[in-house]
Nanobody, 119 residues
Framework: QVQLVESGGGLVQPGESLRLSCAAS????????MGWYRQGPGNQRVLVAT???????NYVDAVKGRFTISRDNAKKTVYLQMDNLKPEDTAVYYC??????WGPGLRSWGQGTQVTVSS
């Protein structure tokens, strides 16, 4: 069974940065588009960034210019560099393989990593 293990979250002040990591046990990790999702308090889980196997990236408008997704196929790890964090970025962050390249996750969800942005 594929496992996704997210880490790197924490409590930061507005304007600060965090780098999230997601380690995947997917055998063919390098063949898949990977995505970062987030679920804020009382909200549905939404996709915020994706990276294809050729390292093309896509972002929702709310994080464009502040978040950067990257991947290391040798380590089977995807990263999310989050800069200039805002209180509205507060959420549990998850990684997964997005269906159709921008859709619901195809694998079982990991435990996520909590990001809290507060002064």
């Amino acid at each position: 069974q594929v496992q996704l293990v997210e880490s790197g979250g924490g409590l930061v002040q507005p304007g600060e940065s965090l780098r999230l990591s997601c380690a995947a046990s997917e055998v063919r990790f390098g063949a898949f588009t990977m995505g970062w999702y987030r679920q804020g308090p009382g909200n549905q889980r939404v996709l915020v960034a994706t990276i294809t196997r050729s390292h093309n990236t896509n972002y929702v408008d709310a994080v464009k210019g502040r978040f950067t997704i990257s991947r290391d196929n040798a380590k089977k790890t995807v990263y999310l560099q989050m800069d200039n964090l805002k209180p509205e970025d507060t959420a549990v962050y998850y990684c997964n393989i997005p269906s159709g390249g921008w859709g619901p996750g195809l694998r079982s969800w990991g435990q996520g990593t909590q990001v809290t942005v507060s002064s």
